[in-house]
């Protein structure tokens, strides 16, 4: 009995974990390649496929321009095949190029404009983006914003804050001179800018201040794995009422919050990867398919669907932003290889290109197996820890 106990445990843990994956992936998928999809299109270009997965089809239906709409066996992407393509990578077909008929050309990826190539690929990252703009703005305009007020109540023994001279009852008006409204405004700044002196403007017994402090770094314990940021350590005045106040949006407003939350991302990681480069950021924060479809279900068990869409948010910006790095077979390589066109004034020779996607393969693949292993060294630290 205790077999079947455990396997049905198992059991129920891996759907929790797999169908909040599926559905993060598969919206985030969706929309990015719907954004090749709509502007091939809107670009005259010929849509063979559009698959949401790889590999072997295992549902499909073909629409009256003639694409083929399915759903593959290996759930980790998607891609968008347009007339030309040799395969879902989007490398060309050389041969069956040749031998095309005008009216076969007029619908032909390759032989549209460098500009309408560079749209049609641009079009995938930027819809991840909007994806984002809208989850978030959604959110925004229809449940306003819990805002705590930025004020100190007391400051721990031995952190930045106390000594930079914090005291209990500030209010922090700005940092380096952005305004700044709300207490998790104050800890996202803070968060990224460990080790950085910053100039704090407080509000003390009705006279304003200015303090200087750099936050110590930190690590913390997240689902996505052990972080480090930046800590002052205040803490907020969270319980008192009138400290709270519910920031309602309209319409445009909550457009602004989107595009702000999709930026911060967008910044954040920006950030991340230079000092990961300079050597300041460890490589244990970049995860991969399993450790995301691990988040997502515990995001979906104690968050419910809008906590899973604000997760499905936070994905897409990073799908789209790394989709633009300049790395052949990604969408940023075929856009380097498009400004180089666009600059010589002609396509770099099938030679170049075939060692650039060969590159570019490799690195994809290194990448891949790297995140797979600090995913699996993620879910055997975590096991050890349940154990004892």
């Known amino acids: ?52 997965g790889f590999g072997k089809e295992l549902i499909g239906w073909t629409d009256r321009r003639g694409t083929r709409w399915k759903i593959s066996a290996i759930p980790l992407g998607g891609y968008v095949k347009f007339a030309g393509d040799a395969n879902a990578a989007s490398m060309p077909d050389r041969e069956a190029l040749d031998h095309l008929s005008e009216e076969e050309r007029r619908v032909s990826f390759f032989h549209k404009s460098v500009g309408r190539r560079a749209a049609i690929v641009a079009a995938g990252p930027i819809a991840n983006f909007l994806l984002a703009i809208a989850i978030f703005g959604g959110a925004a305009y229809l449940g306003g914003r819990q805002v705590l007020v930025p004020k100190v109540e007391a400051v721990q023994p031995g952190s930045a804050a106390e000594r930079a001279g914090f005291h209990g009852g500030d209010l922090i008006l700005s940092i380096d001179g952005e305004p700044i409204t709300a207490f998790a405004d104050m800890q996202r700044v803070v968060s990224g800018r460990a080790g950085e002196t910053m100039s704090f403007q407080v509000e003390r017994d009705g006279q304003e201040i200015t303090l200087s402090a750099a936050p110590d770094l930190r690590e913390i314990t997240t689902p996505f794995g052990p972080q480090r940021i930046g800590v002052l350590g205040l803490q907020a005045a969270s319980g008192d009422p009138a400290n709270w106040h519910v920031q309602r949006f309209g319409l445009v407003e909550s457009l602004q919050v989107g595009a702000s939350e999709t930026w911060f991302i967008v910044d954040r990681t920006a950030v991340y990867v230079a000092r990961l480069f300079s050597g300041r950021e460890s490589t244990d924060q970049l995860s991969g398919p399993i450790r995301i479809a691990e988040v997502s279900g515990k995001v979906a068990s104690v968050g419910g669907f809008f906590a899973l869409l604000n997760l499905a948010a936070v994905l897409s910006v990073s799908i789209g932003l790394i989709n633009l790095f300049p790395i052949p077979l990604l969408d940023g390589g075929h856009l380097l290889f498009y400004a180089i066109e666009a600059l010589r004034g002609r396509p770099l020779s099938e030679t170049a290109q075939e060692i650039g996607f060969r590159i570019g393969l490799a690195l994809v693949v290194m990448l891949m197996l790297f995140v797979t292993w600090n995913d699996l060294a993620h879910l055997g630290l975590s096991f050890g820890q349940k154990a004892t």
Do not use: D, K, N
């Open 1 to 52: 009995m205790e077999i079947f106990s455990a396997f049905g445990a198992a059991t129920s843990s891996l759907v929790g974990y797999i169908v909040p994956f599926l559905f993060v992936l598969t919206l985030v998928v969706f929309i990015h390649e719907l954004g090749h999809f709509l502007v091939g299109r809107w670009c005259g270009v010929g849509v063979q496929a559009f698959s949401i």
